[in-house]
Structure formats: structure tokens, C-alpha cells
């Protein structure tokens, strides 16, 4: 063994000691959060690694910085062979891979392209961060040094990986029929000397090796130390719907999770999010909230996690007294995420799709109103005339129970009830703006219209029904939201029917995908979908003589889209009945924008920047359409407001593709 060896060693032992000691360090962190499970699903979890983490298919949607990302990111992935043959030959310096023979070859050409690549992904990304400065690498107190330190580093491994692979046939002649296969590298081998080339080469391999391991161990202390984290963080994202944690509240017990004041309220994986976010900003400059000027950038609230618990995680894990200033910096104060922060959200999961790394920003955002409204009592006033309306009346609106079945007045013929019927295929949940509000019952009204043309066997639960709990839950009344989800699961446990038809996409996300972790399991079908089937098994007929014939937008409701992946049927439909053009927003489909309404906010005001429902109203009439077409009681009411505010109501009209049907069928 050569001095050279014993150098190595000992370095190579030092740093992944530390690179050990500081992943221990994070752990620690880690388990002092609320336990969660995000490993079940094996194979669908390696499934959302190989398409978002490897294939790179969310970086990619930006496509001039996600090229040169995912050329980092291959490239890396790549040259791992060039790493690894440095690292052995720290051991062993007689070691090549030219050991291999001429598969070896294909490992020495594909080093040189990639590691080609990432010079020029390296040089673009600092052209494109001094350069072109694109808006959403601003902001939120992120800082070029980090950044630029480590792409850097990466052209310092690049560039002495290229410098032994230029030099490395002058140390091993045997090997230099495998070594013309670096047809790059080889074409800065005339510049070395025979005499001299031993010296650089060892000069770049000693460099490639310590550029590794400082790189290595800088990124614990990074942004960057994503490049660790992300694969895991997909690995362990949601797989299925995007539901709220939930646990069963148990109002007996002391120990009742009041919501997440500080870190070690949030779950691990809330935390763990902190450490894999890039700080690449594509959350937030999706952000309708942010868009318009409210003071919530999705980003800052994951930075602000990772922040604070490296500000209180080490202090919590060494036990020892928490000094009173680092204990009133809590995660939620001034300090770090105001009320005003986690006020704006809108629940719409714009960020929760952009995300590189399949950060989930809604669920701690819900978490953090959870300790406001149930542990501080603090949220705006508006709140309290909505909280005693569900709890008096089981609905926002301020009209009674008994009042639930007002909108069936000028229907002709009478609208079949659960508690009557007992038995029927079809449920139908009309929801609290299906029963309540003026402009939606007539939604309603067309919906049950169509089933009974259609002969469907229905039946409403009527005065039975109460909210779903979707608003009491996004606005952190989780006490209140469990209460009318038990009711009504209890409700629909006394009647035998197939599935639930719902208008609402609030109801779908609700009732189909988080009612189940109280015990209500249901087939839950949105009208779009459910009007489609109709529609093509000729229950409902479009009469040629009756199609419209408008130009028509429409608008995808961030619950029914982005929540529950329906974008198509909706489309479909609004084809079926309509001659004239169907227009698309340049904000469309999984990239929609929000209207303003989700998480609650349809209930509070908008005091601050330009309201949500005005950017996308003026949007959809960018396009001159006759009809916007929406799929939700609150997309309907924010984007007609947003028409009568800008003053186009009389010549544009928003109407639910279920209205839509109605008009055009026989
Ligand atoms: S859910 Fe929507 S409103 Fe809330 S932070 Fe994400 S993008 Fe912004
Ligand atoms: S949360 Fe995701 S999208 Fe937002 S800055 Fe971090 S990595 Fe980028």
C-alpha cells in the first residue's frame, strides 16, 4: 500500500464519518415530530420515483430549466462509474475499469458526453441565475452564494474527471486502446507532456476526490442537500388522492391534537419536506395567493419549517432548556409564518403539483390553522358567523336544516327522498350550495331533472343532509369538520344504495377520498363524469336541433382537477352539446388557476392585493367566449361575481355544464 492509499483511507473514513454523523443528526430531528406512515405501496412508490425522480417528468414541465436540470440530474447519474473508478483506486491504485474490456468503453464515451452535458447545463444555469434572473429564483431571503458555490463544485468534479481521463493512458499505457474510447477527454491529451502528465494526473485525481467528499459534506449544510432528499421525498410522497392527514379526534382524550404551533407538532414528513426542497421556487410562482399580491409564498412557508427546526430541533434533541426567546420564536408568530401566511391559502394544490420533488405545502398549512382555531381561537371575525352557522345549522349559509329541500320548489316532479325510499341505486348530495344558494339550485334543479329523465333510481337525504366538512376542515375546525362527517356517515349507514352522485367537487374530494378514514367507504362520482355515462348510454338524449352553438371556456375547479384528476370528462361534455368552439385558458387544465374560493376562503374576505376571482375572470374573458363554463357551486360564484364586477354580465354567462346538458337534451 502506497502513502497515496493511506492518505485516502484516512480522508475517506473522516468524511463519511461526518456525511453519517450529520444524515444521524437530521434523523433525530425527524422523530420528534408526529409519526405518520408514508411507507405502504411499495411497487406505486417506486413507480413515482422512476417517472418524477428519475425521469424528471415534473422538472420538465419547465422546459428550458428543466433540461438543464434533469442534464445535471442524468448526468450524474451517469458518471457515477467515473466516481466510483476513482474512489477504488483510492484502495487500489492499479484499478480501472478497463479491467471490464470493451463494455468499458461504452462507461468511457458515456462519461465524456454527459460530463459534457453538465458543463453546459452548469454554464447555462449561471447565465440563466445572473443573467436572465427569471422571477421566481428571487425572493423569500434565498441568497446566489449557495447556489453558485455548488455548481461550482459541480464543474470542479467535471473538470477533473475530464483532466485524469485526458492524462490517465501516460499512468496506465496497458489500458490505452480502452482509454481512446474518451474521444473528448483525448482531445486535450496533446497539451500534456509525457514527463508532465503524471504530475496532473495526479494533481486532477486528488482534486476529483476532494472536490467529492467536500461536496459530500457541504451539502448537509445546503439547499442542495435535495440532491439527497429529493428521491426519498418522492419515494415517500401521497400515493393516491391528496387527502388531509386525519386522525380520528378522540374528544375524551387529553392528548387531542390541537394543531401545529411549532415544529414538533408538524409530522416528520412535514418536516422532512423542509430539507428537500431546492428552493427552485416553481411553488410559488404558481401560487394564486402569491400572484395577486397576498403576503403567502408556498416556498417560504416550507423554508421557514426547515428554518425552525434547525433553529429548535437540536435544542429539543440534546434535552436541554430551551432559552425563552428561541421557545417565543414559534413556527407560527412573526418570526416565521404569520396568520396572514396561512390565511391566503386557498387549498388549490397548484404548488403540490409543480413541485419538483413532490413537496406537500397544504397539509402543514392546514396544520398550522389547526392550532390557530382550535388552540389559539384566533382567525378572522367572518369565521365565527360561519363556524356557528355549521354548527347550528350543519351549513355555512345561515338558512336552517329544514330548509334543505327549498331548492326542489318549481321542479315537476317531486324529488324522492332517502328516509321515504330506504333502498335505491343512486345517492344524490345535493350539498349546502345545491341547497342554499340562489344561483346553484338551479344546478341542482337541472341535475335532477336530467335523472329523471333519465329514469335513474335516486334519492336526495334532504333535511338529513348536513355540509361535508370540506371548509370547516380547510379552515383548521377539525373538531367541527369531524363532527358533521361522523353525522353523516351515521345518516347514509341507514339507507342501501350504490353510489353517491355529487355536483360539488368539495363533496367528491370529501365524501370520496377522506371519508374513509371514518368509516365511510363510498363509490363517489362527480356529475360530469356521471352525465358523460348518460349521455353514451342514450339515458340522456342531446337533440341535434337543440345544440348550443357558443364559444365556450371553461374552467377546471382545482378539486375536481388537480384533486381528483378530472379533466377530461367535463370537456367531453361540454362537446357533446355544443356546436361552436371550446376555448382553453392558457392557465388550463392541471396548471389551472385557482378561482379563490377553496380552503375556506369562499367565506372570508379578500382585503389584500387584487382579488383571485378578478385575475381569473379576466382571463377566461381574455378569450371572448359567450359562456365560461365551471364544474362547482364556488368556481360558479366567484367567476360570476368576477363578471358582474368587471361589468360583462350582460353579454357572458357562467354557466354548469349540468345547465349545459339540460338546454340541449331531448
Ligand atoms: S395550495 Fe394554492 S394557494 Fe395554497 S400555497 Fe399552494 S398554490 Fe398557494
Ligand atoms: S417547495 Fe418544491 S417547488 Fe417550492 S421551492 Fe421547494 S422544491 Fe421548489
Redesign the pocket.
Known amino acids: 500500500m502506497h502513502l497515496q492509499n493511506i492518505v485516502f483511507i484516512v480522508l475517506f473514513l473522516a468524511a463519511f464519518s461526518l456525511f453519517t454523523y450529520n444524515l444521524l443528526r437530521i434523523r433525530s430531528y425527524l422523530v420528534l415530530g408526529r409519526g405518520e406512515n408514508r411507507f405502504s405501496q411499495a411497487g406505486n412508490r417506486i413507480l413515482k420515483v422512476l417517472g418524477v425522480g428519475i425521469g424528471q417528468s415534473k422538472i420538465l414541465r419547465d422546459p428550458a430549466a428543466g433540461i438543464m436540470h434533469a442534464f445535471i440530474f442524468w448526468g450524474f447519474m451517469v458518471l457515477i462509474t467515473a466516481v466510483l473508478e476513482a474512489f477504488i483506486q483510492g484502495f487500489y491504485s492499479g484499478f480501472s475499469l478497463a479491467m471490464l474490456g470493451s463494455i468499458s468503453m461504452v462507461f468511457f464515451a458515456s462519461q465524456d458526453i454527459f460530463g459534457s452535458l453538465v458543463i453546459l447545463a452548469v454554464l447555462y444555469a449561471l447565465y440563466r441565475r445572473f443573467i436572465v434572473k427569471p422571477k ?1 429564483l428571487q425572493g ?1 431571503g434565498g441568497t446566489n452564494a449557495d447556489a453558485v458555490f455548488i455548481l461550482m463544485l459541480i464543474m470542479g468534479v467535471m473538470l477533473t474527471m475530464f483532466g485524469v481521463n485526458a492524462t490517465k493512458s501516460f499512468v496506465h499505457p496497458e489500458n490505452a486502446s480502452y482509454y481512446k474510447a474518451h474521444f473528448i477527454a483525448s482531445q486535450i491529451t496533446p497539451l500534456f507532456s509525457t514527463t508532465s502528465a503524471v504530475t496532473f494526473y495526479n494533481i486532477f485525481w486528488w482534486g476529483h476526490i476532494l472536490i467529492i467528499l467536500t461536496f459530500m459534506n457541504y451539502l448537509p449544510y445546503s439547499k442542495h442537500f ?1 440532491i439527497v432528499t ?1 428521491l426519498p421525498n418522492v419515494y415517500l410522497a401521497k400515493i393516491g388522492p391528496q387527502t388531509l392527514d386525519t386522525e380520528e379526534i378522540n374528544f375524551e382524550s387529553e392528548n387531542v391534537f390541537l394543531g401545529a404551533g411549532d415544529i414538533e407538532q408538524l409530522t416528520w414528513k412535514e418536516m422532512f ?1 423542509g430539507y ?9 410562482s404558481v401560487c394564486p395567493a402569491n400572484l395577486t399580491g397576498k403576503p403567502l409564498s ?2 417560504k ?3 421557514d419549517i426547515r428554518e425552525r427546526t434547525s433553529e429548535k430541533a437540536p435544542l429539543l434533541v440534546n434535552r436541554g432548556e430551551i432559552p425563552a426567546d428561541v421557545e417565543s420564536r414559534k413556527l407560527v408568530s412573526e418570526h416565521y409564518i404569520t396568520d396572514e401566511e396561512l390565511w391566503a391559502c386557498t387549498s388549490c394544490m397548484a ?1 403540490v403539483q ?6 406537500e ?1 397544504v397539509n402543514p398549512i392546514v396544520d398550522m390553522r389547526r392550532f390557530l382555531v382550535q388552540s389559539e381561537s384566533r382567525f378572522p371575525d367572518e369565521l365565527m358567523t360561519v363556524f356557528g352557522n355549521m354548527e347550528n345549522n350543519g351549513a355555512p349559509w345561515a338558512y336552517p336544516q329544514s330548509d334543505r329541500l327549498r331548492w326542489t320548489v318549481g321542479l315537476d316532479a317531486a324529488v324522492p327522498v332517502a328516509a321515504e325510499k330506504q333502498e335505491f341505486d343512486v345517492l344524490y348530495w345535493v350539498g349546502c350550495a345545491g341547497s342554499f344558494d340562489a344561483r346553484y339550485q338551479n344546478v341542482s334543479r337541472s341535475v335532477a331533472t336530467l335523472l329523471d329523465k333519465a329514469k335513474v333510481n335516486y334519492a336526495v337525504l334532504g333535511t338529513e343532509e348536513k355540509c361535508n366538512g370540506d371548509s370547516a376542515r380547510r379552515l383548521g375546525n377539525e373538531f367541527l369538520a369531524q363532527m358533521m362527517i361522523k353525522e353523516n356517515v351515521e345518516t347514509m349507514k341507514k339507507y342501501k344504495f350504490g353510489k353517491i352522485l355529487v355536483s360539488c367537487p368539495h363533496c367528491l374530494q370529501t365524501i370520496g377520498n377522506e371519508y374513509k378514514a371514518f368509516g365511510g367507504d363510498y363509490e363517489v362520482m362527480h356529475h360530469s363524469e356521471f352525465l358523460g355515462e348518460l349521455i353514451q348510454q342514450n339515458r340522456i338524449v342531446i337533440d341535434d336541433t337543440k345544440k348550443i352553438d357558443k364559444k365556450i371556456t371553461y374552467h377546471d375547479s382545482c378539486y375536481l382537477g388537480r384533486y381528483n384528476d378530472i379533466y377530461e370528462e367535463p370537456r367531453k361534455l361540454i362537446e357533446d352539446v355544443n356546436k361552436g368552439e371550446l376555448v382553453e385558458m392558457k392557465r388550463s387544465k392541471d396548471r389551472g388557476l385557482c378561482c379563490g374560493a377553496g380552503g375556506g376562503r369562499m367565506w372570508m374576505e379578500e382585503k389584500v392585493g387584487k382579488k383571485v376571482n378578478i385575475e381569473r375572470t379576466e382571463e377566461a374573458l381574455s378569450l371572448e367566449p359567450d359562456v365560461i363554463s365551471t364544474a362547482c357551486p364556488f368556481c360558479m360564484t366567484m367567476l360570476t361575481d368576477g363578471v358582474k364586477e368587471i361589468g360583462r354580465a350582460e353579454n357572458v354567462k357562467v354557466k354548469d355544464f349540468a345547465e349545459l346538458v339540460l338546454e340541449s337534451s331531448r
Open positions: 421566481r423569500d435535495h429529493s419536506d428537500a426542497c431546492t428552493e427552485c421556487g416553481r411553488c410559488t408556498p416556498r412557508i416550507i423554508m404548488c409543480e413541485c419538483p420533488v413532490n413537496i405545502h
